[in-house]
């Protein structure tokens, strides 16, 4: 049966009817259209309200515990405490359900404080006042009962309510400009406009009487993506369709600036916004720690199970002779001994299952939970990843993934505004092969702008002088570049065209900015744009105006953007500035080569270059122009696939005019930080939309490349020349040829490849020819493997994604970082293991979708090397601590069942079973977790191969928790065997007690259970406090403190008899075994022989086999010893590489860009090379010091 009518009756008549079509019609002020126009059809929205909260009042248990037990270890132990309430167990449902009932109810506690916050905040959002549009009056309303199709008011810095279409504003020309720094990071000013017919509506009265009903697209949250349109009515006329689209649309959270007021549309309100849309939750990453906790948590169910087993196996089989039956004070009824064999069985499996139920351990989760949500802070509170200039630290986004970053093996990062600063400074242009550099220098004076390009060729040709006037036209009217001007100046109203220097330009693109002002020192400055006029001053100091029509905004799919204007004298000229290979294809006439060569030469020394041309429309162009673009912009569907249909039309038939250079330099320490990463392990590629020469020149400043890499090219020129398959596998043979050589023990040579996004997409793109010898991927992949480094050039967004799911995929499964700083970068750190936006020029966007954010590419060093490598160390141990402490719990409990006839009788007693994982060691290994340090912040950072110790979850591999269980393993059978010879050779007393001949101690179950309880929480604290290298006062307090707290429990838990228990049997046990000197002298023993395996195994590992830890550990006590360092301050970090001059430091690159290029930086690289070759302990023969308090 077809049940797709029944579901769309019930979609479009209970769910409404956005939920069934593609596209809304909003009726502004709601009002009907005319009958004539079109069908009314009225559709319900949701209302203004911003609902961030998981939770209400009502529905906050059943929910809250819905997901705390979706958890496999709480479900597991929630059944527990249902088997103990159900059938006759031997412990009280209290050891089981009160662990378990502190777990849920701290974790509900922290989940309903977080939502509680948001809830707040959510008010406070939902209260907000808005001035609504009524009957031609602004009436004051709450921001929550706004409604679509409301007509609102906002003045100046007030923030925009929800997504409005913007109708008119104060501004004579029907713009209004806007910061979406909320939204996504960007401070500058963005011009927002009214559509004509709608613009001249200035007061309420003539708001409220327009009539017009917009059409547009579902709500989607892509920010920068609107597609719609407005038709307005108007009597006895057709109604007017107009196009709209991002341009006009006003995003919630946006604010108003540089504007009296507006008037706009509701068009999507509440939940239905772009900003709601972006801030839902995005997919869930999971760590390789929490990989391994859920592994070894099936193993340790699996050794509870078999516990179980072999028990009630065993019970049977002792009791198979009818002179073993159950004892006579068990007193068994008639019917349990009628029950059937098996369910008598099941029943008895059930209660070893829940005796031995402590190996798992619950607290583990909340612990681990605590301490990423306390250890995220320190990030939070670096002093050293605070950024002066931003005015901004480092920010946790995400606290499930820290222990992640010291797990890196591949590293993607972005190339502009990650490793560079994307503050572009204008270099060159040259024009039909001439160049022209601004404030030339002639004979040691700078020579003025209009100077140097007469310098260049004093007497131009008409020719040459009508294609320079016309490229440096193109450069003043081809952008989206915004002039600020300062409203007043000593009180006096100024502006650029009277010569004063009192406005600068804004743009959301650092190039467009760049070439502009490069233009005004060259002698063409960019006025305003104003009236749909755009005015220029050219060196003649005449205003020259022309009439902007159309905006062919740039995409990174066409790399260019265009724009159609026409001159004073009415000719229609189509300007047109792009990548150069999205350029010259479409030029038919100009000195293309020559202005190439430029171009190539610009990009080899890092250069950004663009390539500027224009075409000359006639009048019938201009309308067949303007009417392929109206069509487009007017279609609802498909509008973007149309749209670029439209500008490949148009833009083609070009004469090209020259080129550009635009220089963005390098990031401090970017260079530092590649070659510290590189150092540690980590494989750097660099994925890039730049072409090949200018991030090829990027990649040897930062040292990604070494003058000494032998560079591999993957890219469409080389597949051009001969196949792809052929390329291929003379690259494969080429590395695979070194590493045999490597084998050999011959010098190994440094690979490094270049490959472009044309080349990737046939790589990856599965083809007939390839199924014969191999997938192609796999050759590829296997090429990468055995090279140092890789650039990626010419890559889309979705490419980036694509290279970082294929390294994510292959059969190493390796853990990978993407780091960018612009939306297009966005997909990668979505997609890789843990995403790092950085807080730049392009926005927040990267920022906002990260796991983690940072101010700059260098402090990445410290975030990996120092940051990471403790939270995993802290997190392994306190994983590995968990599960070994609970071995050393419960095995002695399944020892004692060999003793006692498996009867299921306990060793320990109920308060004891209770708080040993939530009182007795539970604070002492979250301190452990939060505090320690192993080795030195300054050494991390100082020795990056330090960073291999705990590579490839080093700590977690199945040996090392192997070895801690049979640690456990070990402990548990000395604590009861140890106990059990010191209960040997027993007398009765005269009063009928048993006593101890050699201890002299009265002997009982709870007296045996005390002692081994005792021995077992004072060697778990004990070798805690052994693995602790940096302590502190609250180290000692904790430690201490908890082995004291125990002991006071165990004396007030067994000295009063306490009224609410129905049981004494505790009564006077703790203190009388504590009056028997042998008794401790037997606690001592066991503590000592328990921890001496694992001392002696430290010692042996530390003098023959010592990781570089290790030696550096003992390199620092050596130093500490000597008096090189004093223990709490050190000196400042000096130069330990220094070679070629003043400027070489080994944690400072040489120069940024052109200076990493130059002489003494190179000679300072080279001899810090030479060094480490020569001695690869060089650094760690320096002196060491400790860096300044990062909060750890």
């Keep these: 049966m077809d049940f797709s009518v029944l579901r769309n009756l019930i979609s479009r008549y209970c769910a409404g009817e956005e939920y069934w079509v593609d596209s809304r019609t909003v009726y502004i002020g709601h009002k009907e259209p005319p009958p004539a126009a079109e069908a009314y059809i009225p559709q319900r929205y949701p209302d203004n309200r911003i609902v961030s909260s998981k939770y209400t009042l009502w529905n906050f248990i059943p929910k809250n515990l819905f997901e705390q037990f979706r958890r496999i270890a709480n479900f597991y132990f929630l059944l527990i405490f249902l088997v103990q309430l159900i059938i006759d167990t031997p412990t009280s449902p209290v050891t089981s359900g009160l662990p378990l009932f502190f777990v849920i109810t701290v974790t509900a506690i922290k989940q309903g404080y977080e939502d509680w916050l948001r809830h707040k905040a959510d008010c406070s959002i939902n209260e907000c006042p808005v001035d609504m549009v009524q009957q031609g009056t602004v009436v004051r309303t709450q921001s929550s009962k706004l409604r679509v199709g409301d007509v609102v008011m906002v003045r100046e810095d007030e923030t925009f309510p929800c997504d409005l279409i913007l109708l008119s504003s104060s501004r004579g020309d029907g713009t209004c400009y806007v910061t979406t720094t909320s939204l996504d990071g960007e401070s500058s000013h ?158 008895d499996f059930l209660a070893f299952m829940v005796l031995f139920n402590y190996i798992i351990p619950v607290s583990m989760y909340v612990t681990v939970e605590m301490q990423k949500f306390l250890g995220s802070y320190f990030i939070a509170w670096d002093k050293d990843m605070y950024d002066e200039e931003l005015g901004v630290g480092a920010q946790v986004n995400t606290s499930d993934l820290n222990e992640e970053l010291g797990q890196v093996e591949y590293v993607f990062t972005d190339k502009t505004g990650t490793l560079t600063e994307n503050n572009m400074e204008f270099i060159e242009c040259c024009v039909d092969g001439h160049v022209y550099i601004p404030h030339a220098i002639c004979n040691g004076q700078i020579l003025s702008a209009a100077s140097s390009i007469d310098m260049i060729d004093s007497s131009p040709g008409g020719y040459r002088r009508e294609h320079e006037d016309l490229f440096f036209r193109a450069l003043c009217l081809c952008h989206t570049v915004q002039v600020k001007e300062e409203e007043t100046v000593d009180s006096i109203k100024r502006g650029i065209h009277l010569g004063k220097p009192t406005s600068f330009y804004i743009s959301s693109s650092p190039d467009e900015v760049a070439l502009v002002e490069g233009m005004k020192r060259l002698g063409y400055t960019y006025l305003r744009l104003k009236d749909s006029h755009m005015e220029i001053l050219n060196k003649d100091d005449e205003i020259e105006r022309f009439e902007l029509l159309h905006v062919l905004n740039f995409d990174s799919v066409r790399r260019r953007m265009s724009v159609i204007v026409k001159s004073s004298s009415g000719e229609y000229l189509l300007f047109c500035k792009g990548a150069d290979t999205s350029i010259f294809p479409r030029v038919v006439s100009g000195k293309v080569e020559q202005v190439r060569a430029r171009v190539e030469q610009n990009a080899v020394e890092g250069l950004r270059t663009l390539c500027v041309a224009y075409r000359s429309l006639s009048p019938a162009e201009y309308e067949e122009a303007c009417h392929q673009l109206s069509d487009a912009k007017l279609a609802l569907k498909d509008r973007e696939q149309r749209l670029a249909q439209a500008y490949d039309l148009i833009e083609r038939d070009f004469t090209l005019l020259g080129a550009t250079a635009v220089e963005d330099r390098l990031q401090e320490k970017a260079a530092d930080t590649i070659e510290s990463l590189q150092k540690a392990g980590m494989k750097v590629w660099v994925l890039t939309g730049d072409k090949m020469e200018t991030a090829a020149a990027t990649c040897y400043a930062s ?322 406090a052994l693995d602790t290298h940096h302590w502190t006062w609250i180290n000692h307090f904790v430690i201490w403190g908890s082995l004291l707290f125990y002991v006071i429990f165990s004396l007030l838990w067994g000295g009063i008899i306490w009224p ?133």
């Design 190 to 347: 963005k011009t927002y406009y009214a559509v004509p017919d709608t613009m001249a509506f200035k007061t309420e009265q003539e708001v409220d009487s327009l009539h017009a009903t917009i059409e547009c697209e579902q709500p989607q949250p892509d920010l920068y993506k609107f597609v719609g349109r407005i038709n307005i009515y108007k009597e006895r006329e057709d109604p007017i369709a107009r196009p709209l689209g991002a341009e006009n649309l006003l995003l919630r959270g946006a604010t108003l600036k540089n504007t009296g007021h507006i008037y706009a549309v509701a068009i999507y309100t509440g939940m239905d916004t772009k900003m709601a849309l972006n801030y839902q939750s995005k997919s869930q990453k999971r760590s390789a720690v929490e990989k391994s906790m859920n592994a070894f948590l099936i193993v340790y169910l699996c050794i509870l199970i078999s516990k179980a087993v072999i028990n009630t196996v065993l019970k049977y089989a002792w009791q198979w002779s009818a002179d073993r039956d159950e004892p006579w004070y068990n007193h068994r009824t008639e019917i349990d001994r009628e029950r059937h064999v098996v369910i008598r069985a099941f029943t």
């Design 703 to 1024: 040292k990604l490349f070494r003058r000494s890499t032998q560079i591999l090219e993957l890219t469409k020129k080389r597949t051009e020349e001969q196949s792809l398959h052929d390329v291929l596998f003379d690259l494969s043979r080429t590395v695979l040829r070194q590493r045999t050589l490597s084998g050999l023990s011959v010098e190994c040579q440094d690979y490094g490849l270049i490959i472009d996004g044309a080349t990737l997409s046939a790589v990856l793109k599965p083809s007939p020819e390839s199924s014969g010898s191999g997938n192609y991927r796999e050759i590829f992949l296997e090429i990468c493997r055995n090279c140092s480094a890789v650039l990626c050039c010419r890559m889309a967004p979705l490419q980036k994604a694509q290279i970082v799911k294929l390294i994510k995929a292959s059969k190493e499964h390796p853990i990978t970082l993407a780091i960018g700083d612009g939306a297009n970068d966005v997909s990668m750190i979505l997609e890789a293991h843990v995403g790092i936006g950085i807080m730049g020029k392009e926005g927040r966007q990267a920022a906002r979708n990260s796991d983690y954010a940072i101010p700059k590419f260098k402090h990445l060093k410290k975030m990996l090397l120092v940051h990471g490598h403790f939270y995993y160390i802290r997190i392994a141990e306190l994983v590995q601590y968990f599960f070994y402490k609970n071995v050393c719990f419960i095995f002695p409990q399944f020892l004692y069942q060999f003793f006692c006839g498996f009867s299921q009788q306990p060793l320990y007693d109920t308060a004891y079973l209770t708080l040993y994982n939530i009182s007795f060691t539970s604070l002492p290994i979250l301190l452990y977790s939060l505090i320690e340090k192993h080795i030195s912040i300054e050494m991390l950072k100082r020795d990056p191969t330090l960073y291999r110790d705990v590579a490839k979850n080093a700590l977690l591999r199945w040996p090392v928790f192997l070895y801690w269980t049979c640690l456990g393993l070990f402990n548990a059978c000395i604590f009861f065997f140890g106990a059990y010879f010191l209960f040997d050779n027993t007398t009765f007393t005269s009063n009928g007690q048993l006593m101890t001949t050699n201890t002299q101690m009265m002997f009982g179950n709870w007296t045996f259970g005390t002692l081994v309880f005792t021995v077992l929480v004072f060697t778990v604290t004990l070798k805690l």
């Design 1060 to 1192: 609410f228990l129905n049981y004494q049997r505790m009564y006077y046990v703790f203190m009388q075994m504590l009056s028997s000197g042998p008794a401790w002298l037997g606690i001592i023993l066991l503590i000592t022989i328990s921890l001496l395996p694992d001392v002696v195994k430290k010692v042996l590992c530390r003098t023959l086999w010592p990781t570089a830890t290790e030696r550096a550990q003992r390199v620092r006590a050596d130093g500490v010893h000597e008096g090189s360092v004093s223990p709490a301050t050190g000196p400042d970090p000096s130069p330990v590489a220094g070679g070629g001059g003043s400027e070489s430091d080994m944690l400072c690159p040489a120069r940024t860009c052109g200076g990493e290029r130059g002489g003494e930086g190179v000679r300072a690289a080279r001899t810090y090379d030479s060094m480490m070759s020569h001695n690869p302990n060089y650094l760690l023969s320096q002196p060491l010091d400790h860096a300044p308090s990062d909060g750890h």
